[in-house]
């Protein structure tokens, strides 16, 4: 049988066994719910009693917006899990059945990561449906372990609430920013030795940024490509395949599955900001499937290069790069492809700058504000962007930015090619 059908199949048991509406004691106090969710949630409703298809179609578009709203929440997700297993063992009586169904309902979330958006009816029935009743559950069982507890449920639960309402409140244009991080986000991950924040998710790739001390490990991965690069004056060494770079300002370089790479000797004062994407057409984003294996660097035979010789791992250096499209724009959108998806065997990494305002439905694509801000619209829904916000558009779904600062506004774009 089809993997997808047996991964389908489970959430529709699971959907069925539970009994959410014991959960939710006033569902429609949920969230900000705007009339195009609202509008949602009745077509699902329906579909649950009829099984018909007719009132689904023109509501696909404006689900698959939430669906992948909801699916970039796996960093304040994963980070609310966490700090309620901290807080686990000291949780009794109705607080303590309220909590493990939160833990519960959260590893099903996670769960259903693994399956990409669809661009179907299942968008709804399937995704959309998943995410509006765990997550209506979550909250509704958060409140119910605060009105008992004593420990602290209360800012778990806020920040909850944020999270979601950074997708609803939106329509569903979710946009998160790497300038504005707070530490309730960051994970940590021990076996290479960093700590993570995870952007944004789309179906096949993700964008996360890593603080680095000193150094993370050599690593490889089977089957995943990456792009790493960096925004901020740096001032270390990164390893790509059997090279050592040197690297003393912004940098961008690629990976290719099965090719070790690092961070190491930080000589800056501050932590190193190491911003990664990384995807594969089986793996999806970073984090979903564990697929890296892990050395020291002592072990590798690496060849030293100075940072003017980075082109030779196919790296670039990245402050010039956006600087020479600031100053190559004119009236028409300037577009370069900086790393190729023949680098890195799927993921892509171009500048785009842009005087007045751009179009894109690119496939699946994952946009960083470099400079500027501007309004973006996608469905008629409209949101403001500006530097240092990220952003996913799902595939065969258009996009426009509109420019509201007198210099271009200038976006790192990437997708995920088959390679
Ligand atoms: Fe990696």
């Not at 493990?100 to 399956?115: A, G, I, S, T, Y």
């Not at 979710?174 to 530490?183: I, K």
């Not at 790509?240 to 290719?256: L, Q, S, T």
């Amino acid at each position: 049988m089809p993997e997808e059908i047996i991964i389908y199949g489970y959430f529709w048991i699971a959907f069925k066994k539970k009994d959410y509406v014991n959960c939710i004691p006033d569902e429609t106090g949920m969230m900000i719910e705007s009339q195009a969710y609202t509008e949602i949630v009745s077509a699902c409703d329906a579909f649950q009693r009829d099984r018909r298809l007719e009132s689904l179609i023109g509501l696909i578009p404006q689900a698959r917006l939430y669906d992948y709203g909801f699916r970039s929440l796996v960093g304040p997700l994963e980070a609310t899990r966490a700090r309620i297993w901290e807080a686990c063992g000291r949780f009794q009586g109705d607080e303590k059945w309220c909590v493990r169904q939160v833990l519960d309902q959260l590893d099903e979330l996670d769960m259903l990561r693994q399956l990409e958006v669809p661009n179907d009816f299942r968008a709804i029935t399937v995704h959309f449906a998943f995410y509006h009743k765990a997550l209506s559950s979550i909250r509704a069982n958060l409140e119910r372990a605060c009105a008992s507890s004593e420990y602290g449920l209360d800012k778990i639960l806020w920040k909850f609430n944020q999270a979601m309402e950074s997708v609803t409140a939106s329509n569903g244009v979710y946009v998160a920013s790497w300038n504005d991080l707070e530490d309730w986000r960051v994970l940590h991950i021990p076996d290479v030795g960093l700590e993570v924040v995870k952007l944004i998710y789309a179906n096949r790739h993700s964008l996360n940024l890593a603080t680095i001390p000193n150094k993370v490990s050599p690593h490889k991965h089977s089957n995943t490509s990456e792009i790493h690069f960096s925004l901020e004056p740096t001032d270390g060494d990164e390893i790509v395949g059997r090279y050592r770079v040197r690297v003393a300002e912004p940098y961008a370089v690629p990976i290719r599955p099965g090719d070790w790479h690092a961070y190491e000797q930080n000589k800056n004062s501050r932590p190193h900001k190491l911003f990664f994407l990384t995807g594969s057409p089986q793996l999806l984003g970073w984090g979903i499937v564990n697929d890296r294996t892990v050395t020291e660097s002592s072990k590798l035979t690496l060849t030293s290069l100075g940072q003017g010789q980075i082109q030779k791992v196919g790296g670039v250096l990245l402050e010039r790069a956006i600087q020479d499209a600031e100053s190559q724009v004119t009236n028409k959108v300037f577009e370069k492809e900086l790393i190729s998806s023949s680098s890195t065997d799927g993921l892509t990494l171009s500048v785009v700058a842009i005087p007045d305002s751009w179009s894109d439905s690119s496939p699946d694509a994952i946009h960083l504000v470099t400079r500027g801000a501007g309004e973006l619209s996608v469905l008629n829904n409209r949101t403001r962007v500006k530097e240092g916000d990220v952003f996913a558009i799902p595939f065969c779904m258009a996009c426009e930015l509109q420019n509201e600062t007198g210099g271009p506004l200038v976006l790192l774009s990437s997708i995920l090619k088959n390679s």
